[in-house]
């Protein structure tokens, strides 16, 4: 799977461009705000229907027009191409076609689209929220086992019924047991797949790592969102109370984490930003791998200022993975020269220079 032509209009300050991207690496090189970045963010917008640089629509929106709007043609595995289409207007509306039929929902472009994002701000993956954690885990789960999409949409819903009778007590008594009922199945469903998820994830992680750095006593383990030894429905009971006192549900899924840690430290803590970096690049490299594994297809990885905090040695070791998963990268850099060596004779490399927001592409160094 890869994108074959993207089109790109107003997208921050790219000039609407067309390109016809390699299918395996691209490197987009430049000075700091000439728009590469935001040709990653095109791209994820593509797949994700929402920028990665801004939670706001007006600043992804070029100033004079009235919306942003992104085509790419995808090749697929099997064969064949399928043609998506994005368009968000500064109303925050917002159309998504494939095929020339209207889409439901962004879940269905992320399932034609598999991306992978590793930018300067996947440092909050070790260090942030644990929101973020689980939204890394829950993208590779949906991407391995159909089955979770709608479990976690019955969680969602679940959990909405309940939080609002904890907050305003409108149900009856059997209602709520229903609901409860409901959000235990749910969870308990949502916890199988994760936890065979993490199981299939870690010894290609550690691999992957080995790759790229030693870190003898990194560990990798996963929190359920409640107490390993009671059931959900024993944990609920125990806690209404509290859970009415603060208006939403503590115990579940929602709760979830993924624990990385060092010498029984929070691996955030002890590792350099350097060190960080390249774990998380490891955990992601390796998702790809599951990825691929599940599907006949695999992810486009967007690497935003890869040689940033990374000597040769690391920078050449992070690439030659990248190349070994066989898939669409499109890298930003300043220095192109950095990025120039380390790549496989027969691995094609196409250059895009990028200037005051137009794209150039140029001839591939080894030609």
């Not at 209009?9 to 935001?38: C, D, E, M, Q, Y």
């Not at 803590?269 to 390249?278: A, D, N, V």
Request: charged content about 25%; some cysteine; hydrophobic content about 40%.
């Amino acid at each position: 799977m890869s994108l074959s032509r993207i089109t790109v209009t107003a997208v921050r300050n790219l000039h609407p461009v067309t390109l016809s991207p390699s299918p395996r690496i691209n490197i987009l090189h430049g000075a700091n705000g000439s728009g590469k970045t935001s040709v990653l963010e095109a791209i994820h917008l593509l797949g994700l229907a929402r920028s990665f640089r801004s939670t706001r629509l007006q600043p992804v929106i070029h100033y004079e027009q009235p919306a942003c709007t992104v085509f790419g043609q995808v090749q697929l595995a099997e064969g064949g191409s399928s043609n998506l289409g994005i368009s968000r207007d500064r109303q925050g509306e917002l159309q998504i076609r494939i095929d020339g039929q209207n889409a439901r929902s962004a879940a269905q472009l992320a399932d034609l689209l598999p991306l992978q994002l590793i930018n300067p701000d996947s440092f909050r993956l070790l260090e942030g929220a644990p929101k973020i954690r689980r939204q890394f885990l829950d993208w590779g789960v949906f991407h391995v086992e159909h089955r979770f999409l709608g479990a976690w949409q019955r969680l969602q819903k679940a959990l909405r019924q309940r939080n609002s009778w904890l907050r305003h007590g409108t149900l009856d008594g059997a209602s709520q047991a229903a609901w409860d009922r409901e959000l235990c199945s749910a969870s308990d469903e949502i916890d199988t797949y994760r936890r065979a998820y993490i199981q299939a994830l870690k010894p290609v992680f550690e691999r992957t790592l080995a790759e790229l750095l030693q870190l003898e006593g990194l560990t990798l383990s996963y929190y359920r969102g409640w107490d390993k030894d009671r059931e959900l429905s024993e944990v609920l009971a125990s806690s209404l109370f509290r859970d009415q006192q603060l208006g939403h549900t503590q115990a579940g899924p929602q709760r979830a984490d993924l624990r990385l840690r060092l010498a029984g430290h929070n691996a955030a803590e002890i590792l350099s930003r350097g060190q960080q970096k390249l774990v998380v690049c490891a955990l992601r490299i390796a998702q790809g791998h599951l990825v691929n594994e599940a599907k006949r297809g695999q992810c486009i990885y967007l690497v935003d200022d890869l040689p940033s905090e990374l000597d040769e040695q690391h920078r050449q070791a992070l690439c030659r993975l990248l190349e070994d998963l066989h898939c669409q990268v499109f890298i930003t850099c300043v220095d192109n020269e950095l990025l120039r060596e380390g790549w496989q004779m027969d691995t094609p490399v196409s250059m895009f220079h990028v200037e005051h927001g137009r794209i150039t592409q140029t001839q591939d160094h080894r030609e």
